[in-house]
């Protein structure tokens, strides 16, 4: 049974090359999508399709709209959704990625560092899992095919 | 990933082609459907199907109910809607197919010009992303592939 | 029992009114609501209440942030939804308006005078009734009470 | 018409006695709810019911439960939602009860300074409004009743 | 707690008054609501409003137009449906309203002769209770409030 | 685009074989699934697979809850929905599975003989589509391809 | 804030009592609704109504269809559930109950004996909150108004 | 027709390869999928992934979430539902997969013995059939291919 994954969350480490590779590793027939990666795309991609906006806060709401367009598409597809949340940044696109599969019944592996346990503990509470790594994430991927 | 677009809009001109031949260039793996661009088989369709009618109010009606089943037949198939706005004409149906797609939580593109953002203001604030050429939406599409 | 009417639909003329004294007259326990009907309100409210914008777009874009806002709350409320299209101007918002009562099963009432029967064949075949005057409109909300 | 407001966000300023005073101010006929605003207790609250827990995060697992059961069921209760972001802290069960406001339909009004408007952008571009201030915000609630 | 019954169904027997003073026997918090039973004013209803049709079949086009809104109106606002099954006609109203009760989570009391059990068998398999009287149907109103 | 087509309806004449055979004609990639057409199979199903039932009543229902299974399931594969209405009996299931098309946002085309125009009044005006022949109905699967 | 309150559970003790005193100790403003919990005639009433049944299992069944009707009225009009599991007993029909609370979006509270923590673990897990008292649990219904 | 059935129910006998071997013997073209059947797995999952929980209730709720996570992964994929309730055990979480099949209209088949009739009757009474073996509940699958 193919499923696809999408992986939500922090866009500065590599932790989705390695759930990749950790899923191949397993054999596990799973297609991963996820948001944007490229942190200066992301920023751009507004101004770089729509043309330059008149101040920072348009060319953010630009650039948004085309990232939320992008989104909406792909966790349409997804049949179970990783959020993690890194150290930094505030990442609320990663709450609401998070929030928006538990409201549409998509299954939600929560992965966050141990600092970050009661900040995101209302969130936590209504993922499915929350785990510390993502190898635990993978080894939860594979639960689904035992 | 393959994707279904359902191109909304109008019929007089062939932006659809134009859609259709910008993303073979960039290789999408992209379904496209629309409504009837046919205009005369679009309204004599009713008539053709079922016979002569009473009135004008009639033959209209006949020919609305079968372009809207097969609307809503290739709509419920479409990820993504892209709506385009002429500069004539009422497009009604346009701004139907358009708040259909908001409505149903598919993520919708509405491509306009300039012209006209004053009337369509508040269909555009719903949209995902708002454009004013269809090169503009092209790119739209293939960032979700980027 | 009490039933709340939202009238969607042209703002420059006094149908509102018109339906209003008309449901008076029959004592129906109606509740009228309706989109801003004060024309330049509507356009100003951006920029009253947020402060002027970068130009006529992010201007338009700021007053219909806040309209779509206060026709979902008051929409959310209606049990039934007239939706009237005079002969001028666009309109695309009444069909919005109109196409949302279709999708989230609240019963239409569509008034349009004749001449508009063809470019709204689409949505008319979606609505409940279709009439050519507002008197029409509050004889099929009387028959609900008969 | 009466509405209820759900009011989300930061608890660590008087932002709902503003909001609520100003309301009041304006004799709009609306009902506040909003989460636990008292810190220690929204803290304490799953060890005082439940009884003390094996670690500091099964303490905040009882405690968010019963926070995000409160929360729903008030929610459930609102016709419109206003989540205020402050400067500090993560904010997370703010970008969650923010999302569910979207992905309920609920009407939303995001609140937040200036300086958030970068990590905000992606839940902003979905709101219906946002504002830089509690007094806007006050206004588009008023303006619903105009 | 008040509820409100909504009763489809045979509009040529006196039923709906014994079911209505039943439950006011038993003092009952019921509201009831029905289709139009004036079986004539819903057959010319779509004339008497909209006007002469063309023919007999827009002559029923115009009243089921207005019947559906009345009857979408009602449903809407019903906790329980009860749908009455006559020896007579072939009452496909009473099947449609049946079945949007079942389809929408309305719980549905079936009320049938014997000798329509076979015809019915489908309906009857998916409502909640099926009975031969509308004695038997107040009884389980009234077990509501036990 | 291939779509699947459920053909419900009377059970007592050829008619499915005459749209497989006019869609093959028309080289139109669809599927065709239907309720049970076997009558007797359909009336037997029941005590065939759970033993002998007590009376006339419960053998039909046990037969009515498999039917009703099977209807579940391949109506949720359906991309349109075909009713048949003939001149016989009372064909309440035929009303049930147009009610569920209608209910579900499946588009439905409605069939039935000019002589059952007004008893089906209701229903067919909720229908996309209503036409008096099954080479009608084909031609307006054929035209949701052209 | 009135409130709603379904009681799933078992019947053979006198919780329900409990938990509306010790409410009405506190003043909280809740409406208490549940199903039938008079044993007897929990499992009589498909006779009583609708009269002998030819055996035990069509007089369960009898019976049930009336229960079920009941619970989904009341649990229609929850805003809250409240699910105890006792000691004895299958208890089905609560886990149904807490399950359809579950799935419909309305927050459950679950309580149930330590020694029950195995069994039901896999529904505790989608509860809101497990208490082991009910003592625990009105002082959940009590923080959702401080 | 290929369709997916999630075999929900009881683990401690070989009542699933008695299914899949009867449906290999009349060549359906069905996939299977099912809970996790070993026990010791399903009730280890959570510490074999997470680390040792503090005590009984945790190690309980962290094997849960992930034994849930992959039910609600498999069931929204399933077709149809068979629930099978065996002699032993409260298999609550067998009642939670069917009543989920219930609300979410995934056609439920319910197996069980004769003397689980009573206490499973409310259940019993919104599957779509009820079997006491699983030969019967295969005849039902093949007759969807009838």
Redesign the interface.
């Known amino acids: 049974?193919d499923?696809t994954v999408y992986l939500a969350g922090e866009i500065h480490s590599d932790w989705r090359d390695k759930i990749q590779s950790l899923a191949a590793e397993k054999d596990l027939p799973l297609?991963f999508?996820s948001p944007?990666t490229?942190h200066d795309?992301s920023d751009d991609?507004g101004e770089?399709?729509?043309g330059e906006q008149?101040?920072?806060?348009?060319r953010?709401?630009a650039?948004?709209?085309?990232?939320?367009?992008?989104?909406?598409?792909?966790m349409?597809?997804a049949?179970?959704v990783i959020a993690l949340f890194g150290e930094e940044?505030?990442?609320?696109?990663t709450?609401?990625d998070?929030?928006?599969a538990i409201?549409?019944?998509k299954?939600l592996?929560l992965v966050r560092p141990e600092k970050?346990?009661?900040?995101?503990?209302?969130?936590?509470?209504?993922a499915?899992?929350?785990?510390s790594s993502v190898e635990?994430a993978v080894?939860?991927l594979a639960?689904?095919y035992?």
């Open positions: 049974m499923l297609t999508v944007q490229n795309l991609i770089n399709i729509l008149p101040n920072k806060y348009y953010d709401d650039a948004s709209g085309i990232n939320n367009l992008r989104t909406q598409v792909l349409n597809k049949d179970v940044y505030k990442q609320w696109n709450a609401m998070a929030t928006t409201n549409n019944g299954p592996i970050l346990i009661h900040p995101l503990k209302e969130i936590s509470e209504k499915n899992v929350v785990t635990q080894e939860v639960y689904i035992k």
